[in-house]
């Protein structure tokens, strides 16, 4: 499975953007995607995720009512729509997809996509 995240870009505080995550190989055995972030000098940190088939959703509390997770499965690719984003949003953002049938806040990731840079100045 290859991942490959795009979007990403400067942005002023209260401004929106739109990643994207195609993913390409064997995603018929994908049952969940997520975002995941890296600030610099930070540990990366779980964003959102969704489940590939019902489209169940998870959220860290610092993104959620902020942030919107959502999938097309005729495209095979994963959006995450950022609004009202905060200087403390700036990271790279990772995509990632679990295989296997998980708990959405508890996922093993086995295929990771590049990051994608987000700055968000104030």
């Known amino acids: 499975v290859q991942l490959q995240a795009s979007g990403g870009g400067l942005v002023r505080a209260g401004g929106s953007l739109r990643l994207s995550c195609a993913a390409s190989?064997?995603?018929?055995?994908?049952?969940?995607m997520g975002w995941f972030r890296q600030a610099p000098g930070k540990e990366r940190e779980f964003v959102s995720a969704i489940t590939w088939g019902g489209g169940v959703t998870y959220y860290a509390d610092s993104v959620k009512g902020r942030f919107t997770i959502s999938r097309d499965n005729a495209k095979d690719t994963l959006y995450l729509q950022m609004n009202s984003l905060k200087p403390e949003d700036t990271a790279d953002y990772f995509c990632?997809?679990?295989?296997?049938?998980?708990?959405?806040?508890?996922?093993?990731?086995?295929?990771w996509g590049h990051g994608t840079k987000v700055t968000v100045s104030s």
């Open positions: 190989g064997r995603t018929f055995s994908l049952y969940a």
């Open positions: 990632a997809l679990a295989p296997r049938v998980c708990i959405l806040r508890s996922c093993d990731y086995d295929y």
